[in-house]
Structure formats: C-alpha cells, structure tokens
T-cell receptor
Framework: EDQVTQSPEALRLQEGESSSLNCSYT??????LFWYRQDPGKGPEFLFT???AGEEKEKERLKATLTKKESFLHITAPKPEDSATYLC???????????????FGKGTKLTVNP | DVKVTQSSRYLVKRTGEKVFLECVQD?????MFWYRQDPGLGLRLIYF???????EKGDIPEGYSVSREKKERFSLILESASTNQTSMYLC?????????????????FGPGTRLTVL
C-alpha cells in the first residue's frame, strides 16, 4: 500500500532558528509531491507541487526540495506566524474513472516561539 | 484565486438525523473530493467525483453518500448521523489529469465543516 511518512511529528523552534521537515514515500513513479499548510480549525492551504527529483520551489521563508524517495521543507529564519501543521501528499494511483487520489501524511506540527 | 466554499463552518446534529454538507468551487475543476480529518488519523478520503453524476468510493465510504448534479457543486450526505461521524469534513477540488500515468494536479481545499453529532 502506498504510504507517506512525515517526520518529526512535532517540532518546536525559536524564532530565527532554521530547520527542515521530512516527507518520505513508498510509491513508485514520481507524479507529483504536494506540500500544504494547515492552521488549526481550517482547511489545508496549498503551498507547492514538485514533479522531478532535484526540483526546488520557494515561497518566502519556505523552500521545498525533492529526491526520488523523499521531500524536505526547509524553513529559514522562521517567525511565529509560520506556526502550523505542514502536510505532504503523493498521488495514490489512477482510479477506474481516470481521476487521482492523494495519499496524505499525518503532518508535522510546527511551533515557532518568539 | 481558487475558491472552494463549504455551506457551514460548524454544525450540530442529533443521532439519526439526515445531514447535508455542500461544497461549491468556482474554478471549473473536474474533480471534487470529500475528506474527513480526525486527530491521529490524518485526512481520509470518503468519496470523490470526476464528472457530473459520476462518483467513486474512497477509503471510508460507509455511512455516507454523495451527489453531483452540477459541475461546481458536490454534496456529502450522512443518511443517519451517528456519534462516530463527529469530525472535521473537508471538501477539495482539482483539474483532471487526462492521461494515465501523467503528472497529477494539486487539490485545493475549502475551509472545512466541524460536525458534531450528539
């Protein structure tokens, strides 16, 4: 069964302390790796899509990178407003109707203290 | 900007009631999805639809049904609500990838409906 594993489950950082979140997956064939941010009580907000090993994308203090088996979300000099749960997801196979399911990891809860 | 809206942010229902959750997207997406999210279990797919009147079961369809009469609207129905259906319900939409094995498009989520069944 396709799986997406995120680590660590929770991470506490001081403001300005850079770190990385990991997302590893067991599916074969790279058809997309997605990162989302989720604030408490809200729906996930789309951040990045990565399609090729070696690809990188940036948005403000966040940078996502991709290898053949894992992705990293690097957070540079984080601020308290970066506190959220970060989810990654990978396609879980084409269905008979031709659409795609995403397999989500359980997320990393990031807390950035001032 | 993609906009996915859900009919209610919070809902409280009684056991046995029929519950309707509605989702509307304004980006002409072919795919629409319903998930539930519970602490420690993550996001789990209930049902999805790739076209009007077309639907497929996700990983946990028991106790739920769906309806898609118009492309922009996807409804989740709890035929007889039970306490174990208390959860956060999330709707999402995406463009369809037309070729098997091709790159997959990102999904965009609505704000969620927190349903409590008493």
């Amino acid at each position: 069964e396709d799986q997406v594993t995120q680590s660590p489950e929770a991470l506490r950082l001081q403001e300005g302390e850079s770190s990385s979140l990991n997302c590893s997956y067991t599916v074969s064939g790279l058809r997309g790796l997605f990162w989302y941010r989720q604030d408490p009580g809200k729906g996930p907000e789309f951040l990045f899509t990565l399609y090729s090993a070696g690809e990188e994308k940036e948005k403000e203090r966040l940078k996502a990178t991709l290898t053949k088996k894992e992705s990293f979300l690097h957070i540079t000099a984080p601020k308290p407003e970066d506190s959220a749960t970060y989810l990654c997801a990978h396609p879980g196979g084409i269905t008979q109707g031709g659409s795609e399911k995403l397999v989500f990891g359980k997320g990393t809860k990031l807390t950035v203290n001032p | 900007d993609v906009k996915v809206t859900q009919s209610s942010r919070y809902l409280v229902k009684r056991t046995g009631e029929k519950v309707f959750l509605e989702c509307v997207q304004d980006m002409d997406h072919e795919n629409m999805f319903w998930y539930r999210q519970d602490p420690g279990l993550g996001l789990r797919l209930i049902y999805f639809s790739y076209d009007v009147k077309m639907k497929e079961k996700g990983d946990i369809p028991e106790g739920y049904s769906v309806s898609r009469e118009k492309k922009e609207r996807f409804s989740l129905i709890l035929e007889s609500a039970s306490t174990n259906q208390t959860s956060m319900y999330l709707c999402a939409s995406s463009f369809l990838s037309y070729l098997s094995g091709s790159s997959v498009n990102e999904q965009f989520f609505g704000p969620g409906t927190r349903l409590t069944v008493l």
